[in-house]
């Protein structure tokens, strides 16, 4: 691996956290939390693919697979696929990865201009799910850390992120209770938490692209 792979892996995690923490800015404990679970995420996922790839280093150690080289994706390595396998892996990831990083983005575009107005927003991405950019949240985790490059830490971290950003909506849901009432009542009522009603994923994606 050496030096080169490692100040690669360190500048990786300093743009994507610096990406996050621009447009997240935690403030509660609970919102620290779950940017914690994401940091330690990132950190992790990064560390072994420009560093050392210690979830294949254990699987060609405890599987026996035959391999010359520890430096292919799990996947990769687990099917027998080589490079060609990686490469395929990192072009959907990324692909899926940024599609979820636009809903992120544009979903707390949309938040941040409705708290400056104090307005409850309904439109935009808001109209397919209540909380669109902890969706783009998990959409570019899952891109990156579970299609890309799946590691022993980004598989068993992300359902903890997941439920950590679950309970964290649920308590700013009831924030929005108690300031817009019976209209957010009926929009809470008529529109999904995080994942859109079938055939809108693709309206949806096309409105966090700007169309």
Same mark, same amino acid.
């Given at each position: 691996m050496g030096t080169f792979g490692w100040g690669l892996a360190v500048i990786m995690v300093i743009v994507l956290s610096w990406v996050f923490y621009?447009?997240?800015?935690?403030?509660? !404990?609970?919102? !620290?939390?779950g940017?914690? *679970?994401?940091?330690?995420?990132?950190?992790? *996922?990064?560390?072994? #693919?420009?560093?050392?790839?210690?979830?294949?280093?254990?699987?060609?150690?405890f599987f026996g697979l035959d391999r010359e080289y520890v430096s292919y994706s799990l996947w990769s390595t687990l099917l027998n696929f080589s490079e060609t396998g990686m490469f395929a892996a990192m072009i959907l990831g990324y692909g899926v990865a940024f599609t979820g990083i636009g809903l992120f983005i544009k979903g707390w575009k949309e938040v941040y201009r409705a708290r400056q107005e104090n307005q409850l927003v309904t439109d935009g991405l808001y109209r397919f799910v209540r909380h669109p950019q902890y969706t783009g949240l998990f959409i570019a985790l899952f891109g990156e850390g579970i299609i890309h490059w799946p590691t022993i830490f980004s598989i068993s971290l992300l359902?903890?992120? #997941?439920?950590?950003?679950?309970?964290?909506?649920?308590?700013?849901?009831?924030?929005m209770l108690r300031k817009f009432g019976d209209d957010y009542r009926i929009y809470h009522s008529q529109v999904p938490m995080f994942l859109p009603r079938w055939g809108q994923w693709k309206a949806m994606r096309k409105r966090s692209q700007g169309s």
């Open positions: 621009r447009y997240f800015a935690p403030k509660g !404990w609970r919102e !620290w939390a940017a914690g *679970l994401v940091q330690a995420f990132i950190i992790a *996922l990064y560390a072994e #693919m420009y560093g050392f790839p210690l979830t294949v280093y254990l699987a060609i150690r359902p903890l992120i #997941m439920i950590a950003y679950y309970f964290l909506a649920r308590k700013e849901e009831r924030e």
